[in-house]
């Protein structure tokens, strides 16, 4: 079993509709995850973050987070072309150190 | 703002030669990260450092591969008798704070 899983898509999404990306993780103990986006041929750049159970928002993103399905999600809102990217779960399983990426989701948001 | 830096940015070896990669990363950041990524596939871990101190390791890097940070500042992986299997984007990373990552352009392997 992977320690993070991600569906590899692609995920089709009109342009203005919301994107919803899913990942799980392994290790029940892990503390902070995040978002990363990944331009084909580029590399990944950090869009978010989260440490607590719940939403946290930033701007058109929004990430979710519950540590008892071991379960965090991204929700992309009003879905615009330069959207179109892979998208990486990453957990940090100890509170330092090794952050553990999922395969990515590739996402495609058609005009 | 210079970013990360790494060097090459492409090299092509063939089967069996060493290769070095550089990295230099965003001044302040005392964390330096090497990751490889091959097509369809996440960036996978291979190791850490805090400033000069290599605290996590992949066992990737326990035959092969190596990696050094002399000094805190820039890093270098060396690949020793390189397979056809090496062959992938090989990521240096840094940050201030533990998952926070700013990447550099990679720098691609292709042996031969």
């Known amino acids: 079993q992977k320690e993070v899983e991600q569906n590899s898509g692609p995920l089709s999404v009109p342009e203005g509709a919301i994107a919803s990306l899913n990942c799980t993780y392994s290790d029940r103990g892990s503390q902070s995850f995040f978002w990363y986006r990944q331009y084909s041929g580029k590399s990944p750049e950090l869009i978010m973050f989260?440490?607590?159970?719940g939403d946290k928002e930033d701007g058109r993103f929004t990430a979710q987070l519950n540590k008892a399905s071991q379960y965090v999600s991204l929700l992309i809102r009003d879905s615009q072309p330069s959207d179109s990217a892979t998208y990486l779960c990453?957990?940090?399983?100890?509170?330092?150190?090794?952050?553990?990426f999922g395969a990515g989701t590739q996402v495609v948001v058609t005009p | 703002d210079t970013g990360v830096s790494q060097d090459p940015r492409h090299k092509i070896t063939k089967r069996g030669q060493n290769v070095t990669f550089r990295c230099d990363p965003i001044?302040?950041?005392?964390?330096l990260y090497w990751y490889r990524q091959t097509l369809g596939q996440g960036p996978e871990f291979l190791t850490y450092f805090q400033n000069e101190a290599q605290l996590e390791k992949s066992r990737l890097l326990s035959d092969r591969f190596s990696a050094e940070r002399p000094k805190g500042s820039f890093s270098t992986l060396e690949i020793q008798r390189t397979e056809q299997g090496d062959s992938a984007m090989y990521l240096c990373?840094?940050?201030?704070?533990?998952?926070?990552?700013?990447f550099g352009e990679g720098s691609r392997l292709t042996v031969l």
């Open positions: 990453a957990v940090l399983p100890d509170s330092w150190g090794k952050l553990q």
């Open positions: 989260i440490y607590s159970n």
């Open positions: 001044s302040e950041h005392n964390r």
């Open positions: 990373a840094s940050s201030l704070e533990d998952g926070e990552l700013f």
